[in-house]
């Protein structure tokens, strides 16, 4: 068996709460200044609280020095009475973002790679988004050809179809 690489773990703090009584508005709001605050992610899914109450759990994974901050601006800025947390390890992937040309002019490209190897290549959005509003093509296309460009310059591998469950 060859060498194993060395996997990238990081601990992150998971913030959660429900909410019942804000409107859409008020959380996309909520959701957009935690990212400007340092939020990694933000996300709400639907739930059902006492008495049949539609509501939603409002989640925020940050950095663990990050935590109490923001814990103390959803418990100023939303409805909640208090916010649970959770300590978690997660594994990451290493990122690289590289500009590729296109026939449109260049495009950056976010990399993910695992074990030394570029898995996966995507299009940074905006950037296509800017060429399909300047230039007056669809996004799709933007997009279509700007994949395949980062695709082709970067030499995007495949995973190994056996990899799942080998030891």
Same mark, same amino acid.
């Given at each position: 068996?060859? *060498?194993?690489?060395?996997?990238?773990?990081?601990?992150?703090?998971?913030?959660?709460?429900?909410?019942?009584?804000?409107? /859409?508005? *008020?959380?996309?709001?909520?959701?957009?200044?935690?990212?400007?605050? /340092?939020?990694? !992610?933000? @996300?709400?899914?639907?739930?059902?609280?006492?008495?049949? &109450?539609?509501?939603?759990?409002?989640?925020?994974?940050?950095?663990?020095?990050?935590? !109490?901050?923001?814990?103390? @601006?959803?418990?100023?800025?939303?409805?909640?009475?208090?916010?649970?947390?959770?300590?978690?390890?997660?594994?990451?992937?290493?990122? &690289?973002?590289?500009?590729?040309?296109?026939?449109? /002019?260049?495009?950056?490209?976010?990399?993910?790679?695992?074990?030394?190897?570029?898995?996966?290549?995507?299009?940074?959005?905006? !950037?296509?988004?800017?060429?399909? &509003?300047?230039? /007056?093509?669809?996004?799709?296309?933007?997009? &279509?050809?700007?994949?395949?460009?980062?695709?082709?310059?970067?030499?995007?591998?495949?995973?190994?179809?056996?990899?799942?469950?080998?030891?």
């Amino acid at each position: 068996m060859g *060498e194993r690489e060395e996997r990238q773990f990081e601990m992150v703090a998971l913030l959660e709460c429900n909410l019942d009584d804000m409107t /859409g508005e *008020e959380l996309g709001y909520a959701l957009e200044r935690l990212l400007v605050a /340092g939020a990694l !992610d933000v @996300w709400f899914t639907p739930i059902e609280m006492k008495k049949s &109450r539609p509501a939603i759990l409002l989640s925020v994974l940050c950095r663990p020095a990050d935590a !109490d901050r923001l814990s103390e @601006w959803v418990l100023r800025e939303t409805t909640t009475l208090g916010v649970r947390r959770q300590m978690l390890t997660r594994l990451v992937a290493e990122r &690289r973002i590289e500009s590729v040309t296109t026939p449109f /002019g260049p495009v950056r490209c976010k990399l993910k790679i695992v074990g030394g190897r570029v898995m996966a290549a995507k299009p940074e959005f905006e !950037d296509c988004a800017a060429i399909a &509003r300047e230039r /007056g093509l669809s996004l799709h296309t933007v997009l &279509r050809i700007a994949e395949q460009a980062c695709s082709a310059h970067l030499g995007v591998d495949s995973p190994p179809t056996d990899s799942v469950g080998a030891e």
